[in-house]
């Protein structure tokens, strides 16, 4: 039924004497002229004033008994709790909208490839956890790789790499090689892996050959920890997609050998995440990785995404839209399909011609190989990234982007660090991310405005979260017991006021590691000499006295940083500082460096 058609919105209309967004203008208007608290309660003593509010009563108890009729909520209250009955009536209708809105964009089509768009955020997606019964294990204590011997000090683990030397992967002979020019999609085979004998098959084809290409699709915004959606895989001659939520429980047994094998040559562009998102997820450890991203780096290209390779080598427009589209999405469709192919499919051929260019470099600045060596180098330390754990501290709060600019007083801070705590624990129970729970923002907004009642609360909330609406009155007790322990942030709030960059030194081996707080900066001070340049690298990467003091460099400046971000490139920058010809220099990393 067409809504100018609806009975129920005729009968609302004749009863407020006009179309609803006129009269909403009207009383938007208006209300800026009714008196407030002690004004409006004198002027009700005169007839005059009550008959009319009155009158104004009675119309618009009988509006919004119309409203919840025509949306099935029928009101049932008066007072607060009618207000209250009204903030969800409002917010389950803009739920309806958005979710028409979803259905909207979902049906649009998309100009170049003619096919339907998908939002970053389905809500009507069915969690994969549940509908494949993933586990996971959100617990608040680190992560174990079982799939890893552990050391002897049982301190850490011990990956394949270390028994390898980076040199053991370096191409022989590219001055020989020519490009393999690759297909186009349509003329490839491709295969969606969907059953278990399909991935056998997959992982019976990987054996045969040398080298393949790799990618990941993955999710952060419905999961604790995130989520892998799916995995790219391409040959020379074939393309294929595994949808990873059906075969969860069998990547790790079919795939974890093949991507661990030296011999075999693994590409992937940009692979920082995608390194750990396979740890975490299946288990799976890479050993002898070529990663365009950090070649792109090497070569001192324009732009280092996949976005601009496939453009500067293959002359391929990616559709980049896709990029952070919801992953989880079941059935694929057809453009996403296609985007998901497209970032193996041309890979190999870019991993042909990035080498070439990185051997023409080194006959050009007469250094044999050592750009090739350098990007090999860096790949190795990417894949040397262990997966951790996000863990809650008594500090966790303190890390929130936004809370230390804020100048909250200790009642804020209190809120602040109460509420961290309990999102936390809900996204773990529920395997949300923090962030779908209760937003950053959102949550400094609630901690300095300090409400203290459920009409405050849902006044303050700008947009709808489903955890906060369900558990409302559990939000209102944590901000009225944090309240109650604010002295207890009183030493945390002077703290904050008198923070400014400082350092904070630790001498470890021979490396000695200062964090400048504050500033965004790390310093490493090298104490002990170390020859430079490509002919020094290991015969084997063991961890001997250089890797240890290395190790133990890094170490020591994660447990400073605490969990203020992700670094993937510290582990690399510590063996740089390390080999430095400059023993005495100390060099100054920012944060944005390690990232």
């Known amino acids: 039924m067409a809504a100018d058609d ?12 006009g179309s609803l967004p006129e009269n909403l203008s ?63 009536l409002n917010d389950e209708v803009l739920q309806r909208i958005d979710l028409d809105l979803e259905d909207t964009m979902k049906k649009e089509t998309d100009p170049v490839h003619g096919k339907a768009k998908v939002s970053f955020h389905i809500a009507t997606i069915k969690k994969p956890q549940e509908e494949y019964k993933i586990l996971v294990n959100n617990a608040n204590v ?44 349509e003329g490839i085979p491709f295969t969606l892996v969907e059953e278990i004998n399909d991935l056998k098959d997959l992982a019976a084809k990987l054996s045969s050959v040398d080298e393949f290409a790799v990618d990941l699709e993955h999710n952060q915004y419905r999961s604790f920890q995130g989520l892998t959606c799916l995995m790219q895989i391409s040959t020379r001659t074939e393309d294929y997609i595994v949808d990873t939520f059906k075969l969860w429980d069998h990547i790790g047994t079919y795939l974890r ?13 940009g692979a920082d995440r995608d390194i750990i998102w396979l740890q975490r997820d299946f288990g799976i450890y890479v050993c002898n990785l070529f990663d365009t991203g950090q070649a792109s780096r090497v070569l001192k290209l324009e732009r280092k995404s996949l976005e601009f390779l496939l453009k500067h080598y293959c002359g391929v427009a990616a559709n980049k839209q896709y990029q952070n589209a919801d992953w989880r999405i079941r059935p694929l469709p057809d453009v996403m399909t296609r985007y998901a192919r497209e970032d193996t499919h041309y890979l190999l051929y870019i991993y042909d011609v990035m080498r070439v260019d990185l051997h023409t470099v080194a006959k050009e600045d007469e250094k044999p190989d050592s750009p090739l060596v350098e990007v090999y180098k860096r790949s190795y330390d990417v894949c040397m990234q262990l997966y951790e754990k996000e863990l809650l501290t008594e500090n966790s709060y303190l890390h929130i982007n936004g809370v230390q600019a804020a100048n909250f007083n200790a009642v804020q801070l209190a809120i602040v660090a109460g509420l961290c705590e309990w999102r936390d624990r809900i996204a773990r129970a529920d395997d949300e991310s923090t962030g779908y729970v209760l937003p950053n923002k959102t949550l400094l907004e609630i901690a300095k405005e300090m409400p203290i009642n459920v009409g405050k609360l849902r006044r303050l909330l700008k947009s709808k979260l489903p955890y906060i609406e369900r558990n409302v009155d559990a939000v209102i007790s944590v901000i009225r017991r944090s309240m109650q322990n604010a002295a207890a942030f009183e030493p945390v709030v002077q703290s904050l006021k008198t923070w400014h960059p400082g350092t904070v030194e630790n001498d470890i081996g021979g490396v000695r590691t200062t964090v400048l707080y504050g500033s965004g900066k790390v310093s490493v001070d090298v104490s002990e000499e170390q020859s430079g340049g490509f002919g020094a690298l290991p015969s084997k990467r063991k961890f001997g006295s250089e890797n240890k003091v290395i190790t133990n460099a890094y170490i020591e400046i994660k447990k400073k940083l605490g969990s203020i971000g992700y670094y993937p490139n510290l582990l690399r920058i510590c063996r740089q500082m390390k080999r430095s010809k400059c023993p005495s220099q100390s060099q100054h990393v920012s944060l944005s460096q390690m990232r």
């Open 26 to 88: 009207k009383l938007s208007s208006t209300c800026l002229a009714i008196p407030a608290n002690k004004d409006f309660h004198f002027l009700c003593n005169f007839d005059e004033f009550k008959l009319r509010i009155d009158e104004i009563s009675g119309t618009s108890q009988c509006v919004l008994e119309t409203i919840g009729g025509f949306c099935g909520k029928p009101m049932r209250y008066s007072g607060d709790d009618a207000y209250d009955w009204l903030v969800n």
């Open 257 to 269: 050998d093949i991507f661990k094998d030296p011999k075999k040559k693994k590409v992937m562009h």
């Open 6 to 17: 609806s009975p129920g919105l005729k009968s609302l209309e004749a009863l407020i004497g």
């Open 142 to 185: 680190p992560f174990e790789h079982v799939w890893l011997e552990k050391k002897e000090n049982n301190l850490g683990f011990i990956h394949p790499l270390e028994k390898l030397s980076v040199m053991d992967f370096v191409d022989k002979d590219i001055s020989e090689m020519k490009p393999v020019e690759p297909l186009s999609l």
